[in-house]
Every structure is written in structure tokens, then in C-alpha cells.
């Protein structure tokens, strides 16, 4: 194996003098947490920055997913998708909900509205779609159906930092968006996360919640949690912040770079953008079909014998796990396209620090079909 392994993604890290300032001030206040300064400053710029209202930051994505739910009241049953990563069903067993399943759009790999409709039934609440890779979601439609039936929408939007439709932000559709800012994310503080939202009473709702519900010293309104970013995470965030444009030049630029010269190879399909105005090029997804001479597995394989590692994004479904696999929706023939889908992803490194000579290298294991040797 070469001795410079290449990652499916690769936090995107500033200068470290850079944050050297913002750790002195953090050492001055003593603030580390509690609403500091910068948690204060970081809700407030990425308001800005995303074109929302509201900024609630959370210590990671999942408990943000749990605390939306939560501060909707949701109950009963959720429609969600299975093809995702498991914090977005995980986030509904958490809070004693029943996800129910429905399959995927062929071309965006997002929850398909035509599906959801047949799975209402008297006890759902709620549904949870994903923009899958930062695709947007058919939001129109979505939203339609859950006018219909009096349906909450809470959007897992863990992919979809800074994308925008042609009317804005994708984050401002649904009751709440949820955010990641993992390490893996195109806007990482290390770990983190956050919840958009309408309205300041909501929010103020939210900030409640994520602090064990407290108001006040000694009042407590809810069973809260303690999900509250740190003022360390919130100044790399404000620093990641600035670099933003920079990273997303390089993504966009390795993006295309892959497409030109995949664009023709047989068997190898190229996920299409979903029509969004900005992209953030959170992923590369590409679908190994049938009549490509490696299986998808043999093709990771053989990747990774080269010491690139790519990553399986989403399989198994959420659905074949053993936690989810007993549910009625959860079967196969419920869920053809998503199925199919997980059985033929791939996706391919992408994050600013890849050189093209990387992904060069990459596309020439693509294109050179011999096998892993």
C-alpha cells in the first residue's frame, strides 16, 4: 500500500496561528461555555452567512435531530428515509418515535413525495427527509403533502451547509432544519451542529431545551438535555467561517475535474446535482451499474489496495440493521430504488487538500478496469 493514503473526506484545518488568538481570548474570559461570546457571535454570523433567521448551535447534529423533534412535540409515527446515515433514524428511537420508511427518488437518492402519501396513517406526525449529499429535496412537494395532512417537516439538512435553491437557503423549507458540523462536513468546528429555525420564541424554545430546559438559575421548563456547543468549537467555527469561499472553490473544482474525465466511462454513472443555484460539493457519489467489469465491492477493494479509501455512502440501509429490519416498511420490496442505490454507491475523496494529482490517480484506477492487482 503506498505510503500516502488518500480518505474519503479530510477535515479542513486553517493555519494554527490563526486559532492561536481566539484560544488566548477564550484563556482571558474563562467563558468555555454557556452561551459565550463566540457561541454568541458564531449563531449570529452564520444567520448571516446561511440567509436564515435563527441559529440555535448544538455540541453535535444528532442531538440537535433528537431536540427538534422534541421541541415540535413530535409523536407517534415519522416518514423518513432510508438512506442516510443512522443518526437520522436513530434520532426518532431516541424520542420513542417510529420511523416508517419510504424509498428514494432514482436521480437524487431523496425521499420520493410520491411515496410518502401511501404511508400516512392516523398516527403520523412528522416527516424527516434528508438532502442526500446536498441535493435539495423536492421541498414543494413535500411541503404540499404535509399541509394536507397537518404534517410537521423536519429537514436532516447534515449535508446540505450553504446550499441554495432558486428562492434562498435550502435550510429555510420545513418547521426546522437540523445542520451537522462534524469533522466531515464541508463547515466543520470540530464536532457540532445546529437547528434553523422561523421565529426568536422558537428558538428561545430550543435554547431552553438544549440546556436542560433551565430559564433561569432555578427555573426549570422541560426535560432538557445538555447539548451545548463549547466557545473552543465555536471560535474554529468562526474561523472555519472565513475560509469558506476558499473551500468551496476547491470542491467545486474537484467535482468537475471527476466528471470531465469519468463523463463516458462505461458502467461508472455520475450523481447529477438536483438543480440547486449553490452547491457545496459535500460528496462525490458515483454508481457502479452492472455493465461496469468490477462489482462495486471489487472496486472498492481494489481502491483501497491502492491505499484510496473510499466509503459505501449509504450501505447497508438504515432499514437492514437489526434495530430498524423488523419494521413493516423496512423490507426490500418496499424500498427498490433505495436498495439498489446502496448496493451500487461509491464515494469518491473530496476535500480541499486533495491535489489533482490525486484525483488524477484516482480516476486512472477508474478507468484502468484490470482488477486489484
Not at 412535540?73 to 415519522?78: A, I, K, L
Not at 404535509?146 to 446540505?160: C, E, Q
Not at 452492472?290 to 449509504?314: C, E, N, V
Not at 436498495?339 to 484525483?359: E, F, M, Q
Request: net charge negative; aromatic share 10%.
Amino acid at each position: 500500500m503506498p505510503d500516502n493514503p488518500i480518505y474519503v473526506t479530510q477535515p479542513f484545518l486553517p493555519p494554527l496561528e490563526e486559532f492561536v488568538p481566539y484560544l488566548e481570548r477564550i484563556w482571558q474570559s474563562h467563558t468555555l461555555t454557556n452561551g459565550g461570546p463566540f457561541h454568541q457571535q458564531l449563531e449570529e454570523a452564520l444567520s448571516e452567512y446561511l440567509g436564515v433567521k435563527h441559529v440555535a448551535l448544538f455540541a453535535n447534529g444528532t442531538l440537535a435531530l433528537i431536540t427538534a423533534l422534541q421541541a415540535l412535540r413530535v409523536s407517534g409515527e415519522v416518514i423518513t428515509t432510508p438512506y442516510s446515515f443512522v443518526a437520522t433514524a436513530h434520532s426518532l428511537l431516541w424520542r420513542g418515535n417510529k420511523p416508517v420508511f419510504v424509498d428514494v427518488e432514482p436521480s437524487t437518492l431523496n425521499l420520493d413525495p410520491e411515496k410518502i402519501e401511501a404511508a400516512i396513517t392516523p398516527n403520523t406526525t412528522a416527516i424527516m427527509p434528508v438532502h442526500c449529499y446536498g441535493n435539495p429535496c423536492n421541498v414543494k412537494a413535500i411541503q404540499k403533502i404535509a399541509d394536507n395532512y397537518n404534517l410537521r417537516v423536519i429537514y436532516d439538512a447534515a449535508h446540505a451547509f450553504g446550499v441554495q435553491d432558486d428562492g434562498g437557503s435550502v435550510l429555510r423549507h420545513g418547521d426546522l432544519s437540523v445542520l451537522s458540523f462534524h469533522a466531515t462536513k464541508v463547515f466543520n468546528t470540530f464536532e457540532g451542529g445546529a437547528i434553523v429555525c422561523h421565529d426568536a420564541k422558537t428558538k428561545q424554545h430550543i435554547d431552553h431545551l438544549k440546556n436542560f430546559g433551565f430559564v433561569d438559575e432555578t427555573t426549570v421548563v422541560a426535560p432538557g438535555i445538555n447539548a451545548k456547543m463549547s466557545e473552543v468549537n465555536a471560535a474554529f467555527g468562526l474561523l472555519q467561517l472565513k475560509h469558506m469561499p476558499e473551500i468551496l472553490h476547491r470542491r467545486a473544482a474537484i467535482d468537475a475535474h471527476y466528471r470531465e474525465a469519468l463523463h463516458g466511462v462505461k458502467g461508472i454513472h455520475c450523481l447529477p446535482q438536483a438543480g440547486q443555484h449553490v452547491a457545496n460539493y459535500a460528496y462525490f457519489p458515483i454508481l457502479v451499474e452492472p455493465d461496469y467489469p468490477l462489482s462495486r465491492d471489487a472496486l472498492y477493494q481494489k481502491l483501497k489496495a491502492h491505499g484510496i479509501f473510499t466509503r459505501r455512502y449509504f450501505y447497508p440501509l438504515i432499514a437492514d440493521f437489526p434495530m430498524y429490519r423488523g419494521l413493516p416498511s423496512a423490507g426490500r420490496s418496499n424500498l427498490p430504488v433505495a436498495a439498489a442505490a446502496a448496493d451500487k454507491v461509491l464515494c469518491l475523496p473530496i476535500y480541499p487538500t486533495l491535489t489533482d494529482a490525486d484525483v488524477q490517480r484516482i480516476v486512472a484506477l477508474l478507468i484502468d478496469t484490470s482488477g486489484a492487482t
